[in-house]
């Protein structure tokens, strides 16, 4: 089993910045590929960027391209999602998820790909 806790959200003006965590316990976690998604009220969850196994690929949804940074300490068992320049349209719940099969882009889009979820961590934008 793996467990995932997501810390970091808030409250915060437009053009500011916030570091979501991810601490990961449970199994290898250097053997995941892990990934951030995000549901706002009254939509679904979407997908914001993944990292996977050893750190060398990301990959960015266009929404949060060249804002969002994914990176990971695989020392401290952690993935991080560093925001920058936010935007009210960035409120929403995030969540972090993990996935130990080796799985394309398209699929590490999707939500139905990923095994483990966290609970998910507040961030709200104020115009």
């Known amino acids: 089993q793996v467990q995932l806790v997501e810390s970091g959200g808030g409250l915060v003006q437009a053009g500011g910045s916030l570091r979501l965590s991810c601490a990961a316990s449970?199994?290898?976690?250097?053997?995941?590929?892990m990934a951030w998604f995000r549901q706002a009220p009254g939509k679904e969850r979407e997908f914001a960027a993944y990292?996977?196994?050893?750190?060398?690929?990301?990959y960015y949804a266009d929404s949060v391209k060249g804002r969002f940074t994914i990176s990971r300490d695989n020392t401290k068992n952690t993935v991080y999602l560093q925001m920058n320049s936010l935007k009210p349209e960035d409120t929403a719940v995030y969540y972090c998820?993990?996935?130990?099969?080796?799985?394309?882009?398209?699929?590490?889009?999707?939500?139905?790909?990923?095994?483990?979820w966290g609970q998910g961590t507040q961030v709200t934008v104020s115009s």
């Open positions: 998820a993990a996935v130990t099969s080796y799985l394309s882009t398209r699929d590490l889009r999707r939500t139905e790909s990923f095994g483990y």
């Open positions: 990292i996977r196994l050893t750190g060398g690929t990301t």
């Open positions: 449970g199994r290898t976690f250097s053997s995941y590929t």
